[in-house]
């Protein structure tokens, strides 16, 4: 798959590529379509990937990272994610909640947390999204009261991937008054007193899947908060940008295999006594989506090349957020009409654009990516909204 030359991947982290290409070949794409009848993410298979040091590698030794570069990151998700999409979500959620526990928690409180998460014994999510809306997010409601030592929560998130799976979650709560300024992020044990999960019946991404967490007076630890109050979205949720560029990694990988898949099929596949590859209009639209998904492709490395840097990469993340899943879905989609009536049975296929259309909706719109490039540009006074 890392076939293309590509100047900000070195020989080290091709091989990293073909050998996490080969772990997931063999251990990862056998279950893609089981574990989206089954709706569960296999815990062993994530032990897995936590011993062979594919689980938030960017993090630092101490916590049971390898002090990778955020590149080598996308090297691995994009690897697992060409298996299944679903199971890169553990690469993803570990590794923008990974960042987020090291730059904001209590070392103390935190330590044991990522240590279990690159070792791929807990699942982390991220709960942002509240039932009134999650493109407005720093308009979020739910409650959270200093009491003594502890802040107690009360209120819903939804549409939170991997809910019911989750073994803790970074949770935005609403500390002071209205606006960005007013929210305060936790990390929060999914295992504690109030809290109750539901699970939707989505789309596509099944294995993760999504659902609410209902918090009743639920006690969270002082030392739980991340940041100071009020910092939830001023400094913890600068993360963003890294995961968005995972974003267009995974699903990316994922339109890559289904476009080698058919570039194979349509050499083999004839149709009025020639191959279908000898029709333009087959083999033209394979190349235009081969184009694309190579230059997209290059946008999300530029992306996390510059995170390593610590150079500007707001606007090419949000880039690679809004343009991959799109691309990937249309070209899955076109891939799909490729096999003709074969294309339309359930399938690796159809899973495939089921899963990657999730994401032209999570972790924020076309919509709302376009307005964070517009406000990098040309600044928030004349992007108001
Ligand atoms: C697969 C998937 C996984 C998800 N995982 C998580 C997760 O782990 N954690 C989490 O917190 N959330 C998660 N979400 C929720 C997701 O982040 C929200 O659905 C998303 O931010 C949009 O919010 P909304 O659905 O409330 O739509 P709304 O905010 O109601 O928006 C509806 C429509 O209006 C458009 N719109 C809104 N405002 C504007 C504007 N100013 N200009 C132009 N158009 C606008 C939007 O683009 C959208 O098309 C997930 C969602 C999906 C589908």
Same mark, same amino acid.
């Given at each position: 798959?890392?076939?293309? $030359?590509?100047? @900000?991947?070195?020989?080290? /982290? ?24 089954? %709706? ?19 993090? $630092? ?13 996308? #090297? ?25 526990? /090291? ?9 044991? !947390? ?59 709560? =609403? ?23 539901? =699970? ?18 639920? =006690?969270?630890?002082?030392?739980? %908060? ?9 400094? #913890? ?13 995974? #699903?990316?990988? #994922? ?7 058919? !570039?194979? @099929? ?12 000898? @029709? ?41 957020? !809004? !343009? ?56 928030? %006074?004349?992007?108001?909204?």
């Amino acid at each position: 798959m890392c076939a293309a $030359p590509n100047p @900000y991947l070195d020989d080290d /982290l091709v091989a990293l590529g073909e050998m996490v290409e080969r772990f997931a070949a063999e251990r990862i794409a056998p279950g893609f379509t089981e574990r989206d009848q089954t %709706r569960v993410l296999d815990p062993a298979l994530m032990a897995e990937m936590g011993q062979l040091g594919l689980i938030a590698p960017e993090l $630092p030794e101490a916590v049971g990272g390898q002090g990778a570069s955020r590149v080598a990151a996308g #090297v691995i998700t994009e690897a697992i994610a060409a298996a299944d999409l679903s199971m890169s979500y553990i690469n993803l959620l570990a590794s923008l909640n990974g960042q987020i526990l /090291l730059d904001h928690g209590d070392p103390v409180v935190v330590t044991p !947390w990522l240590q279990r998460l690159t070792a791929g014994e807990a699942l982390l999510a991220l709960a942002l999204t509240e039932p009134r809306g999650g493109s407005d997010a720093a308009n979020l409601a739910l409650r959270a009261t200093l009491d003594g030592d502890h802040y107690v929560l009360d209120g819903e998130k939804t549409s939170i991937s991997a809910a019911d799976q989750a073994h803790a979650a970074v949770v935005f709560g =609403r500390t002071g008054g209205p606006g960005a300024r007013g929210v305060t992020a936790f990390l929060v044990p999914l295992d504690l007193a109030g809290i109750t999960t539901s =699970r939707f019946d989505c789309h596509g991404q099944r294995a993760i899947g999504r659902g609410s967490i209902f918090f009743d007076n639920v =006690r969270v630890p002082l030392d739980h %908060r991340l940041a100071g109050e009020g910092q939830g979205f001023v400094s #913890v949720m600068q993360g963003f940008d890294f995961s968005r560029a995972l974003i267009g990694l995974q #699903v990316l990988a #994922v339109a890559r295999v289904a476009l080698k898949e058919t !570039w194979q @099929y349509v050499t083999e596949r004839e149709a009025f006594g020639q191959p279908l590859s000898a @029709y333009q209009g087959v083999s033209h639209r394979l190349a235009e989506f081969d184009t694309q998904i190579e230059a997209a492709r290059l946008l999300c490395y530029q992306a996390l090349w510059a995170k390593d840097r610590g150079l500007p990469h707001t606007a090419e993340a949000a880039m690679c957020k !809004w !343009w991959c899943p799109k691309l990937a879905y249309d070209t899955v989609h076109e891939c799909l009409l490729m096999f003709g009536h074969a294309g339309y049975d359930r399938g690796v296929m159809e899973q495939r654009l089921r899963d990657v259309l999730g994401f032209q909706i999570g972790d924020g719109t076309a919509q709302i990516m376009k307005t964070i490039i517009a406000r990098t540009r040309v600044g928030r %006074r004349n992007v108001p909204a």
